[in-house]
């Protein structure tokens, strides 16, 4: 289902993606850039998983001329917080589970919870 404006954003989509094809195969971007742009183009924006693309970017970013290190040193403390919450996310999420999976019955979770944040 769309809007009658859906036409809009597809043409802009195909656009900018024949250009980026193009930039990268002409070869008139920086290697690092070209790298960017082919691996942009490899991955479906649905599919994009936050912590895989900070990673990616902070790589890109760590090889530009102009790198200012501050920002390059926040950005890797970041991924590290970004990760830490992850494991404590999952962690989380598998004790739950481990707690749904022993109880007998739905009544006896909802009734008598077991989980603990």
Do not use: W
Not at 21 to 32: D, F, I
Not at 55 to 74: G, V
Not at 81 to 105: G, P, R
């Amino acid at each position: 289902m769309g809007t009658t404006t859906d036409y809009i954003l597809d043409e802009a989509l195909s656009f900018t993606l024949s250009y980026l094809e193009s930039l990268a195969a002409n070869g008139t971007c920086k290697p690092n850039l070209v790298r960017r742009i082919r691996n942009a183009l490899g991955l479906l924006q649905n599919k994009n998983v936050e912590i895989l693309v900070a990673k990616e970017y902070i790589r890109f970013y760590e090889q530009e001329e102009d790198c200012d290190k501050t920002i390059l040193e926040f950005s890797m403390l970041n991924l590290k917080f970004l990760q830490l919450h992850y494991l404590q996310e999952l962690k989380l999420l598998t004790k739950y589970v481990a707690i749904i999976s022993s109880c007998n019955t739905l009544h006896a979770c909802l009734i008598y919870p077991h989980f603990g944040a």
